[in-house]
């Protein structure tokens, strides 16, 4: 890794504002200033600017019960009518809201009043169906407005939504509807995706099967389901309704209830160091101050001109924060996409980007670098003018990468913002500040104003400018996670034991001479897999899970394309010699095993049979030396290995293949 370090810090291009853009930005360097004179006010005066109150929060930060934090405890609002009526109520109810494309090249333009409208009907639904305030509710959708209009509505009654990403198995989606006890499911029959309709409800319905002593349908009583893929479901009367049935008809009356500050908004699961993935808890009003400030900030958002697009999914914390609540409660038009962005051909997200005039356009590292090897001759097929501010997310971003997203994308004006974050954090922790900052291709550079960051040694102290060590933020931020559902102990383990007073982020870090951060990846046995969190344990459980696996590790390895790759070593049991004799065949069944139980992004890229595998002497697998041979690196030091012949054996059998 100190090779690569060493690469990026004589990285000496340096990209000044241009004095258009500092003209027009929302930020300026008084963000700076005003957060370090007094963090606390600045905070509170974001939270009065940006979010309309139903009663004013007097206390900004309640830190008495460290790592538990309340923020505007004494407030109360309600987040769907600051997303929605307020915006109406102000008379911008004709802007639109979102430009939906699905992947056959249907459309939708929906405007906030509605947008206001629908999320009404929905929440009264909700209440029919007996959803109360605090009751959870999982989200199981494609990118169809029906996502955004259920987060809504859930919100709005002060009700707790768990979006499970649409890739994810039945396996998955039982882990988390079972340890958020949910009581409703929201899918569609199916979504598109890669011109084909591709499956949803079934994988509810296997999800929601009483199998052995699993309790999933002891808290599940209805499944509402948006009519989408019009592909064959299965229907159980009683329990499954119809969207089209149900919304529609309801009233679009509805009152929003004001819920205090620290009311759940939702819980996302994500993977840790062990098995079972977490849920991360987010609350109301310093999630969507958080939100909202970042999002204007980060994206310089001018409301009534820009046209705004976040590749992501709302499956993920990037969609929630940045295509639901920060767009939303800015009152931004946006664009919101079904499919992937090479169907029906490699061009779509720049066609798109052409037809909606998209000016702010947020994506990750891998689809940058996806379409860079693809050529420029795509994207310079569609007319990108009117693009003026690009942003990266999920993953360090490669410094050739950035330069080709400025020319390319950005008609090597747009200034880049590298914005670093996690589901943990809530929304944006470190990047420039557009019309602030000279950016540095590669360099997330700066906590931003209000955010206080420090790269640390392991013993805690600071490390000089130029050294590596690792990322820890040192106070509490609005949008910070309340703790992990149902498992304070966890919340305490996994992010506040590392250092006395600072939440540990499991990453790497690098200051150069400068102060600014360059991310160095993860330091825990976390892969990020396209800008997706995986857990090697969760993987390796699946794997084990297979009647062929006695044993087995699983690193990420540097991939070209998806930044890290699912590695997999395993050995196979005894008794099972003679149905795994050919290990083309034991790799395939695996693959397929691991995709089913998880989800397709887990699926390994590569699966080695091997007869051992490297541990210490108290029994913990050395992952590095399986990543050197992952990678095709010469292997590292073994000195510590049980056993030091074992990598010799392992080299040879992975050669063997
Ligand atoms: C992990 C969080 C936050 C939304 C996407 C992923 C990595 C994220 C960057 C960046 C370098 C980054 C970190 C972090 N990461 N953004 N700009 N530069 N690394 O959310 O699944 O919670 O993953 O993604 O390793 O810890 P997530």
Not at 56 to 64: D, G, K, Q, Y
Not at 288 to 316: K, M, S
Not at 571 to 591: C, F, G, R, Y
Request: contains cysteine; glycine residues 8%.
């Amino acid at each position: 890794m100190n090779a690569q370090i060493d690469n990026l810090l004589t990285e000496t291009r340096r990209f000044e504002p241009t004095p258009e853009f500092v003209a027009q930005a929302n930020a300026d360097e008084t963000l700076y200033a005003r957060a370090q004179a007094d963090r606390l006010g600045f905070w509170a005066d974001q939270a009065r600017e940006l979010i309309s109150w139903q009663r004013p929060f007097t206390s900004v930060l309640n830190w008495e019960n460290p790592p538990f934090a309340k923020w505007f405890e004494d407030g109360t609002l309600n987040v769907a009518y600051n997303c929605l009526d307020r915006h109406v109520e102000a008379g911008n109810g004709d802007r639109i809201a979102l430009y939906w494309e699905g992947e056959p090249g249907d459309t939708r333009a929906i405007s906030y009043a509605e947008l206001t409208d629908e999320v009404k009907r929905a929440a009264n639904v909700l209440t029919d169906l007996g959803v109360r305030a605090g009751d959870r509710v999982a989200i199981y959708l494609p990118m169809i407005p029906e996502a955004i209009v259920s987060m809504l509505a859930v919100a709005r009654l002060g009700a707790v939504h768990s979006v499970i990403f649409g890739g994810f198995s039945a396996d998955s989606i039982r882990a988390r509807v079972d340890d958020a006890a949910a009581t409703l499911i929201i899918t569609a029959d199916g979504g598109y995706r890669k011109g084909k309709v591709s499956p949803l409800k079934p994988a509810v319905d296997a999800a929601l099967e009483a199998r052995g002593d699993l309790p999933t349908q002891q808290t599940v009583r209805n499944v509402l389901v948006v009519g989408r893929g019009g592909n064959q479901i299965e229907w159980t009367e009683g329990r499954d309704h119809w969207w089209h049935e149900r919304v529609p008809a309801a009233s679009s009356v509805h009152e929003p209830e004001a819920f205090p500050a620290e009311n759940p908004l939702f819980i996302l699961y994500t993977s840790g160091t062990t098995g079972a993935p977490k849920g991360i808890l987010h609350t109301s009003g310093g999630y969507l101050t958080q939100a909202a400030y970042t999002h204007r900030n980060v994206f310089d958002i001018h409301p009534e001109t820009d046209v705004y697009w976040c590749t992501a999914d709302v499956g993920w914390i990037t969609g929630h924060t940045y295509v639901t609540y920060g767009p939303l409660a800015n009152g931004a038009t946006q664009v919101l996409y079904e499919g992937t962005p090479d169907s029906p051909n490699p061009g779509r997200w720049w066609e798109l980007i052409e037809k909606y005039r998209v000016s702010v356009f947020y994506t990750a590292p891998t689809a940058i670098r996806a379409a860079m090897k693809l050529g420029r001759k795509i994207p310079k097929r569609s007319d990108l003018s009117s693009i003026r501010l690009l942003g990266s997310v999920g993953e360090p971003i490669n410094p050739e990468a950035w330069m080709w997203y400025r020319k390319v994308i950005g008609g090597k004006t747009a200034p880049i913002v590298d914005t670093w974050w996690q589901t943990e954090t809530g929304a944006i922790m470190i990047s420039a500040l557009p019309g602030v900052t000279v950016t540095k291709p590669g360099s997330a550079q700066v906590p931003l104003p209000g955010i206080e960051v420090s790269v640390l040694e392991e013993n805690g102290t600071p490390v000089p400018p130029g050294s590596g060590g690792l990322l820890a933020i040192t106070e509490p931020w609005p949008s910070m996670l309340r703790g992990i559902w149902g498992d304070p102990d966890r919340f305490r383990e996994t992010y506040w034991s590392t250092f006395p007073n600072a939440y540990f982020a499991g990453d790497g870090a690098r200051l150069d001479a400068d102060g600014d951060v360059w991310l160095l990846g993860r330091v825990d046995d976390v892969m990020n897999v396209s800008g997706h969190r995986l857990s090697t344990a969760e993987i390796e459980s699946a794997l084990v899970a297979h009647p062929f696996v006695a044993e087995s590790a699983v690193v990420g390895a540097t991939d070209e394309t998806t930044g890290q790759a699912v590695v997999a070593f395993v050995i196979l049991k005894e008794s099972q010699a003679e149905e795994t004799a050919d290990h083309a065949a034991v790799s395939a069944a695996l693959k397929s095993h691991v995709s089913t139980l998880i989800g397709p992004i887990a699926r390994p890229r590569d699966i080695f049979v091997v007869a051992e595998l490297p541990k210490t002497r108290s029994g913990k697998i050395m992952r590095r030396l399986l990543r050197d041979l992952a990678e095709g690196r010469e292997v590292g030091d073994t000195t510590t290995l049980a056993d030091t012949t074992v990598m010799r054996i392992i080299s040879a059998d992975v050669a063997a293949r």
